[in-house]
DNA sequence: CATTTGAATTGATTTAGATCAACTTTTTTA
DNA sequence: TAAAAAAGTTGATCTAAATCAATTCAAATG
């Protein structure tokens, strides 16, 4: 991680997602002042499951996995941080500590504005506050998701939810799935590594998918949601 | 259910909830005018998971319990929602369906808000916003933490935390052990009815907690909170 | 009050998926 | 480019906890 000189071009164009449209001059100065850039390398972790949060971190270019850990070895990994979206949002106004960890999948370009700022803003702006919520809102319903696939879902319709999920961003990253690990594969779906790489074979000898190496190319998008439906 | 008449009296006393205290007048106005107050019955379903929800509501008088449900007869309990917390926030600013269902385990008294009223003023009102954004930050803190234990923990682990959990509420409800079932315990643990019955039966083998009838007595809260950790 | 219905209990059986172990392939790095 | 490390693969074994089945107990209801 290394903190990168200001580059107004740069800020401007960041500040051009859609939760920032309600900011008036004043509030862009805040969110300015309280900033720093960073960039991240490919498996450097942005944030670090029990550690302090001040800040919230914005994604503005490159992706990367957000999960919990557990004590020892294992991880689940809840999704995949894409340009445009934040980190941390769910612990700067509660804990103070992050409730999740996030590793770079590619090198990353990220800003970190101190949450008082954010606060600010919110009380000062109310359109502001209310994109917000709808930001808590929707992951709020992701982490009910997420809580009913792995209560209720097993192994088949955990890997084929899974598969579906990064299948949807393959358009935008086409080589998603070769930088992602049978491991990563797994601790999305919340399998051992070694089941993973059975389902992936079985699931190609059934013509669902076809595996090149490292790349997964699903052939059958809708006999995998089936299974994704049926558990 | 049943709509109830208006009460002046009840109504201010409804809205000295935390929450509230930011509100104009004008403000405490829309809500009152947008709001419907209603009696539901112990067994009653509060929130369906799945239906339209174009209200938020405020618990005021009684528990209930908010869990999520699969296809089938499997229900996992979340947590126990008591008066002054909201039911459905969540699912208002996204979706419009509720992502998970609630049941009445007390006679409750509740009121149901407009989602268009809140909206409203939490554009108007950043201090109600941020108070709001403070509920999801928990809520969602919440549902981390409940991944971590489907995820992570174990039979024992688990049952010492649901017990934990429903024992840090017996100073305010005494009875609340009296008005679960086996079953809403084992659902709160993650574990068949079956399981739930065993593990007990052994907790009190080992003198960590009494079992009178319905009620639990929890004798060795320190090793109570060890099982839980050790998961 | 008797009877029906639902909840709690217990032991026996089954199973999904983890773990283990041994090996091959790929990627790093010295 | 060789060797060491990491990732991927495969089949055999183990295990936590669900399911099943049978029964007792409690509570609701005509």
Known sequence: MKTIKE???DFICELNAPCFQALSPEEVD???SSRTQVQFRKGDNLAKQGTFASYVMFMVKGLAIQYVESDL???YNLRIIQPGEFIGLSSVFSVNTFSYSSVAITDCHVFLVEKT???QIISRNGTFGLSLIKRYSEQNMNLYDIIRKVLYKQMNGRMAEALLYINNIKPQYPDIFQILTRKDLADFAGISTESAVKLLK????DSILELNGKDIEILDELKLQEISKRG
């Open 202 to 205: 079985s699931l190609e000898k």
């Open 73 to 75: 070895t294992k991880n």
């Open 117 to 119: 700022a954010i606060a």
């Open 30 to 32: 805040l969110v300015r």
């Open 7 to 9: 580059n107004d071009l």
